[in-house]
């Protein structure tokens, strides 16, 4: 998972949930990393492949963010360029050996780098992927407004994430098992509110919003950049 925390963005990350810390998210990965495929693969697995077929519909050069072990990357075409990036080091020495065991000469480049500061020049990509990426970093709405800098107008940005409650028992319970959830590296209370806000406020449209397995509290999200 890629992050980022400094300036006034920390402070708006402090007040709407806890605190992520850059490095403490990296180590936390780092410590899933030989068990994640096993852990989060199966859970994760109709969510990957309905991103990377929303990412195969626009097509061009794909950036995937918090590409993590790599799970992911076999599930695009071969003709496709895929960029992956991610914080943990540990995770993405298991990509590359699953790029290596796998063959997949399409992939461009693994790197670690910081999803809020995203090491590319505007306009760079055709679609950005980002899977259970956006609740595990310091400050959601800056990675946001990098995903969007670096699509091209027409392109697309698509998000699996997990979609906290706006009111009731959920809610209550997802704040109060925020302080657990930050020390495994991602938080449980990001509502869609604040989604649909970053989105009236950047050069996006949001196009599909689909509730994904288990139980709904996960979906799938497509924004499409709007032409300059």
């Known amino acids: 998972m890629a992050l980022g925390m400094h300036g006034t963005g920390s402070s708006r990350a402090a007040s709407l949930g806890p605190d992520l810390d850059r490095d403490g998210v990296a180590k936390a ?9 096993l852990v989060f693969g199966p859970v994760f697995a109709q969510g990957r492949t309905l991103a990377a077929a929303a990412a195969e519909r626009v097509g061009g050069r794909i950036l995937e963010v918090g590409v993590g072990t790599g799970l992911s990357l076999p599930a695009y075409r071969r003709a496709r360029s895929i960029v992956g990036i991610d914080i943990s080091a540990p995770m993405l020495e298991k990509a590359r050996r699953r790029v290596a065991r796998l063959g997949l000469r399409n992939v461009e480049r693994l ?13 760079s990509f055709d ?21 969007a800098r670096v699509l091209r107008p027409g392109g697309e ?72």
Do not use: C
């Open 127 to 147: 679609v950005v992927v980002a899977q259970y990426v956006v609740t595990a970093v310091p400050n959601p709405e800056a990675a946001l407004d990098e995903f």
């Open 111 to 123: 790197a670690v780098m910081d999803a809020e500061h995203l090491d590319f020049e505007d306009a």
């Open 29 to 37: 990965y780092g410590r899933w990393a030989p068990v994640y495929d």
């Open 157 to 228: 940005i698509v998000i699996t994430t997990r979609i906290g409650a706006e009111a009731g028992l959920r809610r209550a319970v997802e704040h109060a098992l925020a302080p657990v959830t930050s020390r495994l590296g991602w938080r449980t209370e990001f509502a869609w509110h604040r989604y649909a806000a970053w989105a009236a406020k950047a050069p996006v449209e949001i196009v599909e919003r689909r509730a994904l397995p288990p139980l709904g509290h996960f979906s799938l999200v497509r924004l499409r950049k709007r032409d300059a």
